[in-house]
Nanobody
Framework: QLQLVESGGGLVQPGGSLRLSCAAS????????IGWFRQAPGKEREGISC????????NYADSVKGRFTISRDNAKNTVYLQMNNLRPEDTAVYYC????????????????????WGKGALVNVSS
């Protein structure tokens, strides 16, 4: 069983940066694509980024493209989401999730059905 724990959330001013981490335990991430999702109060959950199991491919929702960067370190069993130029509308609970796969070069945050979820980390962008 794979367990995921998010960290790095907090309060940041508009224009600031945060880096979220998603640490995995229980098994390795080598055969898991990882996605980041977020849910703002009163809104549906939104998939914002994913990275393939090999790390060779990533994609982003239009809402974060050019500002957020996903990366992974399989040796550390950790995936990161670097968030720059944060806006108040980025305020949400951020979740990482894993999709078990033998296709190590693909991911699509719009269509993947995830197998494991973390409990989330709150990001609050406010002045």
């Amino acid at each position: 069983q794979l367990q995921l724990v998010e960290s790095g959330g907090g309060l940041v001013q508009p224009g600031g940066s945060l880096r979220l981490s998603c640490a995995a335990s229980g098994k390795g991430l080598d055969y898991n694509a990882i996605g980041w999702f977020r849910q703002a109060p009163g809104k549906e959950r939104e998939g914002i980024s994913c990275i393939s199991a090999s790390g060779s491919n990533a994609n982003y929702a239009d809402s974060v493209k050019g500002r957020f960067t996903i990366s992974r370190d399989n040796a550390k069993n950790t995936v990161y989401l670097q968030m720059n130029n944060l806006r108040p509308e980025d305020t949400a609970v951020y979740y990482c999730a894993a999709k078990s796969t033998y296709v190590r070069t693909l991911c699509d945050v719009r269509s993947m059905i995830m197998d494991y979820w973390g409990k989330g980390a709150l990001v609050n962008v406010s002045s």
